[in-house]
């Protein structure tokens, strides 16, 4: 197979990687351009067509799991979504009861409740869990 074929094997299967970002086509790009490399140097095309095998199986085995493990790292204070919320502080915009209330957390309204007692309108108090789209609060004048 010439050259070129082994190119554009290798651009569209890095056009595949982007849209599924998950280093399997990726793996394969490599080894179309290690085919392609294999070309230049005029083996034929079995030689080609192992040099793409022996280089897909080598980066699928031994390279794609170390380069997922770096990019699926996260520092070890990383919160993401719900968990980033917890801790923060926020403003009763209602009386926040055990039954329910209001609260401004991050410039949005929350339905929220208190884990103890009445905690009255415009009192500051901070996320002390997140349960389902309820902010568990407590007052900041209350012990954490």
Request: aromatic residues 8%.
């Amino acid at each position: 197979m010439p050259v070129w074929m082994w190119v554009a094997a290798a651009a569209v299967l890095l056009v595949v990687e982007m849209l599924t970002v998950d280093l399997l086509f990726a793996s394969l790009a490599l080894a179309a351009i290690a085919a392609a490399v294999a070309a230049g140097f005029g083996l034929g095309g079995v030689s080609q067509g192992l040099v793409f095998g022996i280089f897909a199986a080598l980066s699928l085995l031994l390279l794609r799991p170390i380069a997922l493990r770096h990019l699926k790292r996260r520092p070890a204070n990383f919160a993401t979504n719900m968990e980033a919320l917890v801790g923060a502080q926020a403003f009763t915009t209602t009386q926040v009861t055990e039954m329910g209330g209001q609260i401004k957390l991050n410039g949005e309204t929350w339905t929220a409740r208190a884990t103890t007692g009445v905690i009255e309108k415009d009192e500051k108090v901070f996320v002390w869990a997140i349960e389902g789209a309820t902010a568990v609060v407590k007052s900041l004048g209350a012990d954490k």
